[in-house]
């Protein structure tokens, strides 16, 4: 490993370089007043034969988003040592104290881990988390799938997502990688908050980074789950780990992933006060520039009238808002449009 990395409190049961199937728990200290030497068990398996790419799938980073956890975990259940020529490393809830308390957050320590790369192996549980991941297994990855969902902050249309990348070369390969995948779109962005994201941390290291948003509003998208398994497959064989070709037939009929992007902040639309949001649409539907996005209601005053809020940009709803209540500032919709490589380079 070219980088020096600190040494992480993290102990790992896996020997990456071994052949075959392992599966364990990588266990994170956890001192608390009933267990001063408790630790907390995250699984990962690794499966590897022969030569090839290192594939690593991820899920559970935020605790409330359910399709790739159930996705990976299915892949880590089933995927055949004999068929794969390289080698994927599994960890479908990595979060796991989030995951297993069902929010975004983590309890330990009430950080959005997706917040807190590189991390701290010395710092806060999320930090040390994101430490390990970052140090210690992505410097083993050719290729990140990181599968999100809206949690219960939103709803999102099914597709994979990816920074735009200033060089060339890499922004195909990631963009070929997603078309893999297979999802309804793939949304190219350039992000609200994106600085500490566990993306950026994949990108600094040159590896071929890709998201998910697979759906949300606290509860398990069908559809989400199916293009998950299905693209997560489509993976393995894209990067020629198991034999077969990416299956990317859409649901509407069209043979492939609809590349998009939010290239403006125009694409944001926000809560303008507190209140009770009304949408008039729902994601993957159609949007025209100053449509109504939907009322803002205020029902603790009678005479107070609705705000109506508006899209700003043409396109299709990425991201719609979950929770009814929404307070000011709460983005209440995200609009995509499709890819345009001049316009993304401007
Ligand atoms: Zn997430």
Known sequence: MAVQ???????????FDKNGRQAGVLRAPLARNTSA???????????KNGKGPTVLLTGGIHGDEYEGPIAISHLARTLDPAKVQGRVIMIPAYNI??????????????????????????????EMLAHFLDGYILPLADVSVDMHTAGHSADSALSTNMHYLPDPGLRKKTMDAAA????????????????????????????????TELGGWGRVNIEGVRIGRRGVDNILKHFGVIEGEPETQQRDGSAATRHMMVRDPAGYSFAPAAGLFEPTKVVGDAIEAGESAGLLHFVEEVDRAPIEVKYQRDGVLWMSAGPGRVARGDTIGVVMRDYDEALAAA
Request: net charge negative.
């Open 180 to 211: 893999a995948f297979g999802a309804p779109f793939n949304t190219v962005f350039w992000g609200v908050d994106e600085g500490a994201t566990f993306t950026s941390c994949v990108e600094r290291r040159g590896i071929i980074s890709l998201g």
């Open 37 to 47: 030497w408790g630790v907390i068990e995250i699984p990962i398996i690794s499966v």
């Open 5 to 15: 990395v600190e040494k992480s409190r993290i102990s790992n049961p896996i020997d």
């Open 97 to 126: 104290p989030a995951v297993l308390n069902d929010t975004r957050l983590s309890p330990v320590d009430n950080r959005d881990m997706n917040r807190c790369f590189p991390g701290n192996p010395k710092g806060t549980f999320s």
